[in-house]
């Protein structure tokens, strides 16, 4: 739209924006980018109304502004769609409760994909990681546990790629853990390229990365949260160096 000379106000309730997949840090260099090529950006603000006479015309906003607007894009992440499941019989949660055999609590039945409440594997809890590559894997598992193949799932893993105008961001795992938690995290910044890393340890395993700019050891990194191996001297050394 931007590139059609239609001027565009992004409404963020966060202080920064994918405050659930990054920091604060990177949440600022992405903000800064989007600034930087003519977005404007509202920040820690909600849209809680829109008004118009069959076409909308306004919004109106959390902070008691009125946003003159002739066009809205609402994007809020992923929320599992339950309300058909009968609960007194299939547990429910965010999402539909399953097995390491994605088998739901009434033996036959079976979920798979952003519906699916599994365990994560580094948080070691059921939770909801609705991306792609997680959702054909779960169908897989799925579709043998349902043709007799006992096969188990071994918990997902969230993670994103996305691309802001020049700028490649990559994360993976916990990237916001809690202070008072069994974390230890290291970062570096070199803001004048711009690359930023962020590590996130627990139990010298690999369990969250934030990566921006130069993110083609993306994938090693993601395998080392997958495996969940105790790392070692090689791997804190790739670390270090990316």
Known sequence: M??????????????????????DVAGRMILD???????????????????????????????????????????????????????????????VLVNTNLQ???PGIYAAGDVAECTDRVRQRPWINAIWPEAVMQGRIAGMNMAGRPVSYPGSL?????????????????????????????SRIQPR?????????????LVGFILINRIETGGNLVSLIQRQLPLTDSDMGLLKTI
């Not at 390229?193 to 395993?205: A, E, G, S």
């Open 2 to 23: 931007m590139r059609r000379n239609i001027p565009v106000t992004m409404l963020i309730s966060s202080e920064y924006p994918l405050s659930m997949q990054v920091d």
């Open 193 to 205: 390229i711009p690359v930023y890393r962020k590590f996130v340890l627990k139990d010298n395993r």
């Open 33 to 95: 980018k989007l600034k930087s090529n003519g977005l404007t950006v509202r920040t820690g603000i909600d849209a809680v109304a829109f008004e118009g006479d069959g076409n909308v015309r306004e919004a109106h906003l959390s902070d008691g502004s009125i946003l003159p607007c002739d066009r809205v894009i609402v994007g809020k992440g992923v929320r599992p769609a339950v309300g058909f499941i009968p609960t007194d019989r299939i547990p429910v949660d965010l999402g």
């Open 158 to 186: 969230g993670r994103n790629v996305i691309r802001i105008f020049d700028l490649n961001v990559m994360t993976a795992g916990i990237v916001n853990p809690e202070n008072d938690g069994p974390y230890q995290t290291f």
């Open 104 to 106: 739901t609590g009434i």
